[in-house]
């Protein structure tokens, strides 16, 4: 059996080095999409690994019978047509664990940046803090503590619970909805002490819309939140999405930020990646990062381990 892998989308030099010294060259070419397909069956390629810019769609399952495993770094596989895949006897793994505390993190940028106006003020204060100084001080003097506030997570899975864990170290009220998880105990770690266990039953996600103060999402996708849903939240909620585009109806959104009813959008995730709708990126309440969840050096590095692992027993 072949022993390459192409890794299309990158993998991190640790989980590369993994699999080398298990005996398979890891080929990190980027490979453009249309020419997936005969690559993989030129080279013999016999795992492909991808992210999220690397589509692999029944087309290229149906020509690529060398094709064992496919692996994807990261969480969401929604670029995969996986139970197809499955189907072909295809093996497809990803990589759940690894990533949670890096989104977990990034809701917390975007929750600080919205309730200190950080996502306007960086904008600002280049172009006006020189004779607008006062302006600007008095303009963004309403900011809010995030201790004390309710913080509400839909889906409760690893990175739900990630956050939930960052937000009672805040001083936070958590509340969570998750169909498929009714109780869990948190382990609450202390500056390297033992773990306290803290146990959270969820609510429905009725109680989470109507109660919370942020809300964020933690879903594989689907279309949850529109113009019905928004109307049973608080006025002045700050909503926050590090999950799916598409997730929070963009239009009703708008709405929502224009009239007030949402105070503030921290968005990493849009309806139209790679090209988000030009009145979300002109929105001056929303907060905009180019889907980075999982962009920091500590999760590649334990993305690319348990991939490798995860590849390596694959395909014994």
Not at 22 to 41: C, F, M, P, R, S
Not at 49 to 65: E, G
Not at 148 to 162: A, L, V
Request: glycine share 8%; charged share 25%; net charge neutral.
């Amino acid at each position: 059996m072949s022993k390459k892998i192409l890794a299309n989308d990158g993998i991190d030099a640790v989980g590369k080095s993994l699999l080398e010294k298990a005996g398979y060259t890891v080929v990190t070419d980027k490979v453009a999409q249309e020419n997936l397909a005969k690559e993989i069956n030129d080279k013999g390629y016999v795992a492909l690994t991808v992210r999220s810019a690397t589509k692999v769609r029944k087309d290229v399952i149906d020509v690529c019978p060398g094709l064992k495993v496919i692996g994807r770094g990261g969480v969401g596989m929604d670029n995969i047509d996986v139970e197809y895949a499955r189907e072909k006897g295809i093996n497809v793994i990803n990589t759940p664990a690894a990533s949670s505390n890096s989104v977990a993190e990034l809701v917390f940028a975007h929750a600080f940046s919205a309730v200190r106006f950080l996502y306007d003020s960086n904008k600002q204060m280049p172009a006006h803090a020189e004779d607008k100084f006062d302006e600007l001080k008095k303009k963004y003097a309403k900011g809010v503590e995030l201790k004390g506030k309710t913080f509400g997570i839909i889906g409760f899975g690893r990175i739900g619970q990630t956050v939930a864990k960052m937000a009672l170290g805040l001083g936070m009220k958590v509340l969570a909805f998750d169909p498929f998880v009714s109780d869990v105990v948190l382990e609450i770690e202390i500056d390297g002490l033992k773990a306290i266990p803290f146990p959270m039953k969820t609510v429905t996600m009725e109680k989470v819309l109507q109660n919370s103060d942020f809300i964020t999402f933690h879903v594989p996708g689907g279309k949850l939140i529109s113009k019905h849903e928004i109307a049973s939240m608080k006025n002045g909620v700050i909503l926050i999405n590090t999950a799916r585009g598409g997730v929070i109806n963009e239009d009703n959104l708008l709405e929502a930020l224009n009239s007030g009813k949402v105070a503030c959008a921290g968005l990493d995730v849009f309806e139209n990646e790679p090209r988000p709708s030009v009145a979300i990126l002109k929105n001056p309440k929303i907060s905009m990062t180019p889907h980075i969840g999982a962009a920091t050096n500590e999760a590649q590095e334990r993305i690319g381990v348990e991939l490798a692992e995860k590849l390596i027993d694959a395909l014994k």
